[in-house]
C-alpha cells in the first residue's frame, strides 16, 4: 500500500484506549493519524480530505458511500454517564434544554427521547461557550464527554441518554464509529481492528495514563463503554439512524 490512507480520530478519554493500540501498533506504516474536532471529522471525511473517522454515527446520513468498517467505536449497553441532560429540577419540569453541538449523535438522541420517551415539548437553546453556568431553575442543559463526568456532583439531576434509550427502545447505542467514505482494503481493515483490539488488552496502562480525579476510569472503560460493536450495539445503532 504505497498511499497512505488518512485516518482521523477526538482525543478525548473515551477514544484513547483505541487510539492506544493504534498509536502503537504496525497499521501506523500505512496511515496518517490525524487528530481533529468531532464537527471538523465530517466535514473533512465529506470532501474526502481524510479517508476513516472515528464519527458520531449521526454524521453518516450526510457522508456520501458512508460505511462502518472496523468492530470496535464507543458503545453502550445502559449507563454511559458521560452523556447526559444535567439538570436542578426534574424532568417534568424542565422547559428549556441547552444543546451541546460538539456531538450531533447526543443532540439527536436528547431531541428524540425528549419527544418520544419523556413526552417533552421543550424550548432548544444552541449552547454557548459558558452554557453549563446557565443551567439553572427549569433551564437543563445536555452535556457531554470529559465535561460530563466533571459535572455529576454539580447537578441535582442527570439524566443519562443511553439508558434511556435502552429503556425507550431495548436497544445498545453507538455513539461513535469507524467510518470510511468507501470501500478499504481488506488486508488494512483486518490491521486497524488488531490496532484496535490491542489497546483494549492495555487497560491498566491507559487508566494509568489518563487518570482523572472526578470519575473512575476503570469503572468507565469496562462498565460504561462497550468498544466492541456487536450484532447488537448495530441493531442499535440502525434503528437510531432510522429514527433521525
Known amino acids: 500500500m504505497n498511499q497512505k490512507i488518512k485516518v482521523a480520530a477526538v482525543s478525548y478519554l473515551n477514544t484513547k484506549p483505541l487510539l492506544y493500540g493504534i498509536e502503537r501498533s504496525e497499521v501506523m506504516d500505512s496511515i496518517e493519524l490525524v487528530v481533529d474536532y468531532p464537527s471538523q471529522l465530517a466535514k473533512r471525511l465529506r470532501e474526502g480530505s481524510i479517508d476513516l473517522a472515528l464519527l458520531p454515527v449521526a454524521a453518516m446520513k450526510e457522508i456520501e458511500g458512508a460505511r462502518v468498517i472496523s468492530d470496535y467505536g464507543i458503545a453502550t449497553d445502559g449507563n454511559v454517564v458521560s452523556v447526559a441532560i444535567f439538570s436542578q429540577v426534574p424532568m417534568e419540569e424542565i422547559e428549556i434544554v441547552y444543546l451541546d453541538y460538539q456531538s450531533r449523535t447526543s443532540v439527536r438522541l436528547a431531541q428524540l427521547l425528549l419527544a418520544d420517551y419523556w413526552k417533552k415539548d421543550v424550548k432548544f437553546l444552541p449552547?454557548?461557550?459558558?452554557?453549563?453556568?446557565?443551567i439553572?431553575?427549569?433551564?437543563?442543559?445536555?452535556?457531554?464527554?470529559?465535561?460530563a463526568l466533571q459535572q455529576l456532583p454539580n447537578f441535582k439531576y442527570s439524566y443519562d441518554l443511553s439508558a434511556a434509550w435502552k429503556q425507550f427502545t431495548g436497544l445498545d447505542f453507538v455513539f461513535a464509529a469507524w467510518?470510511?467514505?468507501?470501500?478499504?482494503?481488506a488486508a488494512f481493515v483486518e490491521?486497524?481492528?488488531?490496532?484496535?483490539?490491542?489497546?483494549l488488552l492495555h487497560m491498566d496502562t491507559v487508566i494509568a495514563e489518563n487518570e482523572i480525579p472526578y470519575y473512575s476510569l476503570r469503572?468507565?472503560?469496562?462498565?460504561?463503554?462497550?468498544?466492541q460493536l456487536d450484532e447488537q450495539k448495530l441493531a442499535g445503532m440502525r434503528r437510531f439512524l432510522e429514527l433521525i
Do not use: Q
Request: proline share 2%.
Open 127 to 134: 449552547a454557548e461557550e459558558d452554557y453549563i453556568n446557565h
Open 136 to 147: 439553572s431553575g427549569t433551564t437543563a442543559g445536555v452535556i457531554i464527554g470529559d465535561r
Open 219 to 227: 469503572t468507565y472503560y469496562t462498565d460504561n463503554i462497550k468498544y
Open 191 to 199: 490491521k486497524f481492528n488488531a490496532a484496535n483490539a490491542e489497546g
Open 179 to 185: 467510518i470510511a467514505n468507501k470501500e478499504l482494503p
